[in-house]
Each structure stands twice: as C-alpha cells, then as structure tokens.
C-alpha cells in the first residue's frame, strides 16, 4: 500500500484510498480518478484522538459531533495543521476528517501508521460506487487492489459539516439528515450548490451524473409522465426509451418506458439512499436514451437523495 492507491469499503460509498501524509501517494489519487489538483480530499481516520493531531482546533460542537456521530457518515471541516500535506487540502485552511463505520475500513485504519485521504471511488464527475463491482467496473486497470467489503450499507457520501464564526455550516447532505444533525447542535446553515466557493469544491454542480440525460418528473395520477409542476413533461421527440426511477412502485402509462427501478418498496427512505446510486447506474447502463427520476420527500436523507437527482439533472 506504500505509494500506492487501493479501494476500500465503507458505509457511505467506496473510496480509492492512499497514505494522506504522503504527497506522492495522494498524487496518485488525482491520476486515478481524472480529478483537479483543486478539489480536496477527505482523510479518514481510526479514532477521534487521531484526529486530533491533524487539527489546530477543535471547536465544542465539533467535538459533540464526534463524540455522537463517529465512527460514521460525517465528515469534519476543520482548521488543519502542518502535518497534512497541501496536495490533500488543495491548499485550504481546514482538513476534512472522517472516522467511517466499516469494519474493515476501521480495521485498516488501525492497523495503519497513517490516515488514508479518500475520495469516492469513481472518475471525476461519475456516480460514486456502492460495491466492489462498481470499482472494478471502471477503474480496474487503474488500481492494483480493491477490499471487496459488500455493499455499502448507508449508499450516500458522508455529511460535511464545518464552522464559520462558530456557526455550524453543511456543505453537502449526506448519509447523516439535516434533522440528526440539528438535534445534536441547534440550527445548521445549509450551503450547498457552492460550485463557485472553494469552502465546498466538491459541490461542482455537475457531481454523480449519469452519462445519459437525466431529467426529474413524475407520475400523475393517469400514469403520464409530469414534470414537477404537473405539466406533462417536454421529452425530446427523438427519444423513444425511457428509463424511469421511481420512488415506490407505481404505475406509468407510458409506452416509451422500458425499464422501471424503484428505489424503495415501500417509501422507506434509508432503503431509497442505499439504492440511489446503484439504480442510476443501472439505468445508464440499460437500453434506454434518457432517464427520467421521481424525487423522494423532501425530509430525513430524502433531501440528500433529491440533491444528487438534481445534480444528475443539470
Ligand atoms: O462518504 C464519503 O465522504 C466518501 C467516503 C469514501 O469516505 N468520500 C467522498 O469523497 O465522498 P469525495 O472526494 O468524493 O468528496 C469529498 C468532498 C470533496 O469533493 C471536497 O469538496 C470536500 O469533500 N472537501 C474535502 N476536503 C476539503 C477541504 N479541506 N475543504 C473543503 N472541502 C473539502
Ligand atoms: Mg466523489
């Protein structure tokens, strides 16, 4: 594992690991994955005291959010010390820290003399992979190395939460809902979509799309294909096969849908963010031209799936 970089599981969604002390490795990463200098890694560590030797300070509501919500899927921004290399922040003051909650994960994590910088495990721009076969799908000639842990049992990225003037921020909704996170520390600013905002490069609006055009809609009460406003919905004429990703089961009465996913059978919305990212890829990969997606509640980690269908969208 010395330089280079390998997949490992964890909860949220597969990283493509390596050395985060090391330049050199974490060079590698940004190879693999297709992805600019300017967009920072997450480094992940085995215990929130390891943490601490990354950081200059440890605000009181980050260390409350440790102390509930690791190991898991949050992800820390915080003001960085000389020990992380500048390649793995892209330069920028804080250092994002992670303690997932894969065992395996965490038994490396342990068993290492370093933290591991990981992104998700996918090109630059792609859906992120929810199981070895996703990894080995499109980077397997990249990569020496994949610890097959399972699927992913959350299915979304981590949380990302920082502090500006002590005020906690979400940068990106992840495996851990707006509503936990508030219960935990009060009122939580939202402040995604920052494409623009070198606090959250991440959030480049362009993230987890499908190749294939993608657009949301939904099913009226006719079966119709709707656009969100109950408008049908403007298809371009020269498209003939749908592929439709439902919320729950229900009937569309569309002759042009050939494939129909449903990311929950029951509406249960834990089950719809473990499903999201493997139902997209299955649709890009199904014999159809464009994809249409009906969003979830808007509430708990719905509101994390809805963002990556609007992303997806753009
Ligand atoms: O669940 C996850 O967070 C997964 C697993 C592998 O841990 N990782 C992941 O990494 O989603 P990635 O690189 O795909 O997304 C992390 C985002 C980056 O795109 C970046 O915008 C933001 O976190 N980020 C990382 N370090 C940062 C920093 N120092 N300052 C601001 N934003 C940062
Ligand atoms: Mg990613």
């Keep these: 594992m010395a330089g280079d970089c390998v997949a490992i599981p964890t909860e949220t969604v597969y990283g493509l690991a390596a050395n985060a002390l090391d330049s050199r490795a974490v060079a590698s990463i940004f190879e693999v994955k297709n992805r600019p200098f300017f967009d920072p890694l997450i480094v992940h560590v085995a215990s929130a005291e390891a943490a601490r030797a990354y950081i200059s ?46 065992p395996l994960a965490l038994e490396l994590l342990q068993q290492l ?45 981590s949380t990302i939460v920082g502090f500006e003037s002590d005020q906690p921020v979400a940068y990106r909704l992840g495996g851990l809902s707006l509503e936990e996170l508030e219960e935990a520390i009060g009122p939580v600013e939202l402040r995604l979509n920052q494409s623009s905002n070198p606090a959250a490069p991440g959030m480049l609006t362009t993230h987890y799309a499908p190749r294939k055009p993608l657009l949301i809609g939904q099913i009226g009460p006719s079966g119709a294909l709707l656009d969100e406003n109950g408008a049908p919905l403007e298809i371009p ?16 009465a569309d002759a042009r849908v050939r494939v129909e996913l449903s990311l929950t059978s029951a509406g249960d919305l834990l089950e719809a963010a473990r499903h999201i990212f493997g139902a997209l890829r299955a649709l890009d ?9 009906e969003t979830c509640p808007d509430e708990g980690l719905g509101r994390a799936v809805n963002d990556r269908l609007r992303r997806a969208a753009v």
């Design 113 to 157: 003399p370093f933290p591991l910088a990981a992104p998700s495990a996918n090109p630059f721009g792609y859906i992120s992979p929810t199981c070895a076969a996703h990894v080995w799908d499109q980077l397997r000639d990249k990569i020496p190395y994949i610890l097959d842990g399972g699927s992913c049992r959350v299915g979304l990225e």
């Design 237 to 252: 004429a020269s498209v003939s096969r749908i592929g439709l990703l439902r919320f729950k089961p229900g009937v569309a």
């Design 285 to 293: 990969q199904a014999d159809v031209e464009l994809i249409v997606a």
């Design 57 to 102: 300070t440890l605000p009181d509501a980050a260390a409350a959010l440790m102390a509930r919500f690791w190991p898991g899927p949050l992800t820390l921004l915080l003001p960085r010390n000389a020990q992380i290399p500048d390649l793995t922040c892209a330069g920028l003051p804080r250092v994002a820290l992670r303690m997932p909650a894969h």
